[in-house]
């Protein structure tokens, strides 16, 4: 999300001084490659990047293969096969052991649904989307339909008139589909002139309602910000929760905690770390915390302290899903100091969303990554 972000501003920052770009995406992957369908890297026309679709052997090909589609203003795919023992041709050895397929797309600063454009209307609320890219494999030299559609809000933004009616129409069945399951899918259609389709579901960044602006929190607060998380800092207590503690906060709450807990926003993309060192504060915004069906709510200290704000919530007539309540909060990694322990609250935060189970990659009988189906 964060890369998509930064992807954004260098393409307007590249249209303020009408400099050319063009787009490249990866749009399917067979086998082992370091990133996946959606991974982008915007190229201008002297050769800047932004972004990235490997972890570095692929760059410098699709750099040159880009400034070629700018230079056209034609789109192509790219296909990359990682399976050749030789992948020195690609600038290093990385043994991805897959096939990799890239759309290049130029970007036409002029046409207000051109791709970057509909990723800024993908990510300007936090209501999910669905963006639909479409692409050719046997016709990869030829000019491609490319990322055309944007599904939001039962709207339907982009040019469809590069579609015929009956595929079109096949996407639209699809989207609602994906976009409740929350999962991108990479569709062939066979039937219409071999077309893949890919279905990229754009969620909201995940938002961190951190309860707490102590010293402990501050290594949290930066690792959250290079993960692209948007982060509300809370707390009681002014001079601990300010712009100069925490820069890279997105908005700062300081108040009584059943004030503050009225100006909070929350939904499906919303996680909550109680880590004020306050009881009483604590119980009070978990009282109001499980009124939502938050994925994380994450509590700092001993499991004791977890089970009595508990315990006080059920005296109080409330019944809090244990579910979702994560207390003590983090991952058993032998973490010892706040960065450490920080570590192991995120981890444990993205597994659960990603509903994975913590094992080591080394125990894992598949890939790393979950196959397209």
Known sequence: MKELHQIIQAYQNSVEISKKTALATVVKVDGSAYRRPGARMLVTEDGDLTGAISGGCLEGDALRKAQSVIFQQKSMVVTYDTTDEDDQKFGIGLGCNGIIQVLIEPILAGDHNNPIELLK????????????TVFSLKKSREEQIGTKLLFKDDLEIGNAMDFNNELRQAIQQESMDFIERGVNQIKHYPDFDDLFVFYEVIKAPLRLLLFGAGNDTIPLAKMAHLMGWELWL????????????????????????????????????????????????????????????????????????????????????????????????????????????????????????????????????????????
Do not use: C
């Open 121 to 132: 209307k993908a990510l300007a609320d936090r209501k999910t989307s669905l963006l639909v």
């Open 234 to 373: 809370i707390d009681g207590r002014k001079n601990h929760a300010n712009g100069s503690r925490f820069p890279s906060a997105d908005k700062i709450l300081v108040g009584p905690a059943d004030e503050v807990i009225l100006n909070l926003e929350w939904d499906e993309h919303t996680v909550a770390l109680l880590m004020t060192h306050n009881f009483e504060y604590e119980a009070v915004v978990l009282s109001r915390l499980i009124q939502h069906p938050l994925p994380y709510i994450g509590i700092l200290g001993p499991k004791k302290k977890s089970m009595k704000l508990l315990e006080r919530l059920e005296n109080q007539g409330m019944q809090p899903n244990s579910e979702n309540i994560y207390g003590p909060m983090g991952l058993d990694i032998g973490a010892e100091g706040s960065e450490e322990i920080a570590l192991s609250i995120l981890a444990e935060i993205k597994a659960v969303l990603s509903r994975k189970s913590i094992m080591h990659l080394r125990d894992k009988s598949g890939p790393i990554h979950d196959e397209f189906r």
